[in-house]
């Protein structure tokens, strides 16, 4: 096992009992980024909500995070967070520079990962993650951060 797969493990035993028995949905995210943000050093996490709005229309909406400021909406297959929703599927970006469209809500941002939640069958938030360094995410992140997620439910 890797030195990223033990601390990965772990962090998926903290976050199971962090959440247990609480079924505020922010509540848990908020301790989701906090958690997932202190134990990887990553840059930037956090959640975007899926919300419909005065129209009807759905976007993903800030949720919960840690790190600065980040973009407050992005719309249904915009950047790596609205690709992730549109497909329904982790993506993993080594290189945001290189991802057509990509959202730069910092320009410290270098790679970043996108999870998406689900409620039953439907996209309800994703959880992204941004790394100041070049390549940082793959497999492992998403095998465990998928794992991590479903504790959402």
């Known amino acids: 096992m890797t030195d990223k797969e033990i601390k990965y493990t772990q962090l998926l035993k903290e976050a199971a009992a962090l959440l247990d028995g609480e079924s505020d949905l922010i509540a848990n995210m908020a ?14 996490t ?10 009807g229309t759905e976007q993903l909406v800030l949720g919960p995070f840690q790190g600065p400021i980040a973009c407050t909406r992005i719309a249904f297959g915009r950047g790596v967070c609205g690709a992730s929703w549109q497909r329904r599927e982790t993506v993993v970006v080594p290189d945001v520079e290189k ?12 790679s970043e990962i996108v999870v ?4 039953g069958n439907k996209v309800s938030a994703v959880l992204d993650i941004d790394s100041q360094y070049l390549n940082t ?17």
């Not at 906090?34 to 990553?42: D, K, N, Q, V």
């Not at 998406?116 to 409620?119: A, D, G, K, R, S």
Request: aromatic letters at 16%.
């Open 31 to 44: 301790n989701l980024a906090a958690l997932i943000h202190e134990t990887m050093g990553f840059w930037w």
């Open 46 to 55: 956090g959640f975007y909500i899926v919300r419909a709005d005065k129209d």
């Open 99 to 110: 991802f057509p469209g990509h959202i730069a809500c910092s320009s410290e941002s270098r």
């Open 116 to 119: 998406p939640v689900f409620n």
């Open 137 to 153: 995410f793959d497999e492992t992140d998403a095998r465990y951060l998928e794992q991590i997620v479903k504790l959402l439910n």
